[in-house]
């Protein structure tokens, strides 16, 4: 939609985040709040709030706690806040874990129990339950080895893409691309009649 005012895509999406508020349809609400709009509350009385929802969008555990923390007056305010604080809980230990797993090196995908539960905050069992959990529902692909005390995470659910994880990414990619080409010239330099132009 070229040449349509800036201003007529923010009363939309905001019109479509209230009915979504409204009907308690929370993941369609906030798949209506675009960045720039959340943004848009630093400056105002519920500034704290862009905070949490970037602690919470990042899998921040720890600035997250720490920000409910600071601001608890604030949310007790909320009621939808209050209502939903238990799943609010478990989602964020979700995006938590997911990016424990993202961020990761691909060659290094075995991940000790005891890292995650150290950067979880939780112990070792809790954390065993939310692998198996999110194992179960595809969010990640892997094994846990109980014995060992490990979790190879072969694979992690997309998300969205903000321009740190896309550089991130292409770091990844230009790693992969120098590995493949050293590769490429040691296959060359140890076989040559095999690879011949």
């Not at 720039?36 to 921040?60: H, M, P, Q, R």
């Not at 896309?166 to 050293?182: A, E, M, P």
Request: aromatic share 10%; charged share 20%.
């Amino acid at each position: 939609m070229d040449g349509v005012n800036p201003s007529v895509y923010a009363s939309y999406y905001w019109v479509s985040s209230q009915y979504h508020k409204f009907r308690q349809e929370f993941a369609e609400f906030y798949k209506s709040a675009p960045l720039s709009w959340v943004k848009s509350l630093l400056g105002t009385s519920v500034e704290w709030l862009c905070y949490i929802l970037l602690a919470f969008n990042s899998g921040d555990l720890v600035h997250y706690q720490e920000l409910c923390r600071i601001h608890n007056a604030s949310l007790r305010t909320q009621p939808a806040l209050v209502e939903n604080e238990k799943r609010l809980l478990e989602k964020i230990n979700v995006l938590c874990l997911m990016e424990i797993i993202f961020s990761r090196p691909t060659e290094d995908q075995t991940i000790a129990l005891k890292v995650i539960a150290e950067q979880r905050k939780l112990s070792i069992e809790d954390d065993e339950h939310l692998l198996m959990k999110n194992l179960s529902v595809h969010l990640i692909e892997g094994i846990i080895d109980q014995v060992e005390g490990t979790a190879y995470m072969s694979w992690v659910q997309p998300r969205v893409l903000g321009i740190p994880r896309i550089k991130s990414l292409q770091d990844r990619l230009d790693n992969w691309v120098g590995k493949v080409h050293t590769a490429c010239l040691s296959i060359e330099a140890e076989t040559p009649d095999l690879v011949a132009p």
